[in-house]
């Protein structure tokens, strides 16, 4: 979907047949999360992890014994792609697996000592001066997020309402 505004302000929308890659907020936030990969890429080498790893083990300290279905929810990831991400953690002692007693199809999750102590060293603290948004990282945090849960609406409720991006 082409962006509306830019870093100055307001301007007019593309025209029509305008197709710059510049002109598309899907490809500022994609090539965004590119970057945000190669930021953290040496960050999360020095501790054997890669960003996926890492923000399981966020999700996880957030809530101690969820469902393996909750934390794929949270992540937005399927189980036959979290489930090996979960056995690398777990042989990694970060994080233990169990079968809930009271229904056996669910396996629950929670971080051990080792798993928090990661957490807790906040590596991804080092990016947020990177992104010099400084006051304003909160609320395009918030802006992405809000985005985020609008197109997934849009798209549980039906097809999107604009099929250009």
């Keep these: 979907m082409p962006t509306s505004k830019t870093v100055n302000g307001p ?5 029509k047949g305008d197709k ?17 990969g190669r930021a953290y890429k040496p960050l999360l080498d020095k501790l054997g992890l890669t960003y996926t790893q890492y923000v399981t083990l966020v999700a996880l300290s957030e809530e101690d014994d969820q469902t393996v279905g ?5 992540l ?4 036959n792609t979290l489930t090996p991400i979960l056995k690398k953690l777990e042989a990694d002692g970060y994080l233990q697996r169990r079968r809930d ?3 056996e199809r669910q396996v629950r999750l929670t971080l051990t000592t080792a798993g928090r102590a990661l957490v807790d060293t906040e590596p991804g603290s080092a ?6 948004l400084g006051d304003d990282f909160p609320v395009v945090q918030q802006s992405v997020a809000n985005l985020r849960d609008n197109l997934l609406r849009a798209t549980q409720a039906g097809s999107p309402k604009s099929t250009k991006d």
């Design 70 to 74: 909750l934390l794929g929810e949270k």
């Design 101 to 103: 007693p009271a229904d």
């Design 76 to 79: 937005f990831l399927e189980s």
């Design 127 to 132: 990016l947020l001066d990177a992104t010099g």
């Design 11 to 15: 301007q007019a929308a593309p025209a």
């Design 20 to 36: 710059k890659l510049s002109n598309f907020l899907c490809f500022a936030i994609y090539s965004a999360n590119l970057a945000f």
